[in-house]
């Protein structure tokens, strides 16, 4: 669901007209050739590993910034057991 959602997000960004600014990267050439031969739009390509590369930082950054939290709720948890764990199902 998560990956839907996703999926949705970068939809609608994609159909933003947000400005661009003109950049140079450095590319290995054999992969340029490639992609363009295969049609694929070099510039989009690159946006998407960027985007994906800074969800990625924003993630990793979020993680450790919360991982104090994240010990602290399994101390409690390995302690205490789950909360409403009565209630469960399965």
Not at 47 to 61: P, Y
Not at 77 to 88: C, D, I, N, S
Request: glycine content about 4%; charged content about 30%; overall charge negative.
């Amino acid at each position: 669901m998560l990956h839907t959602w996703n999926q949705t997000v970068n939809q609608i960004r994609r159909q933003d007209d947000s400005p661009k600014r003109a950049t140079n990267v450095s590319l290995a050439e054999a992969l340029v050739t490639e992609a363009r031969e295969l049609g694929v739009n070099v510039s989009r390509a690159c946006e998407e590993g960027l985007e994906n590369a800074v969800r990625r930082e924003r993630a990793r950054r979020w993680q450790e910034e919360n991982a104090e939290g994240f010990h602290s709720w399994n101390a409690y948890v390995e302690q205490h057991g789950l909360p409403l764990a009565e209630f469960r199902k399965f």
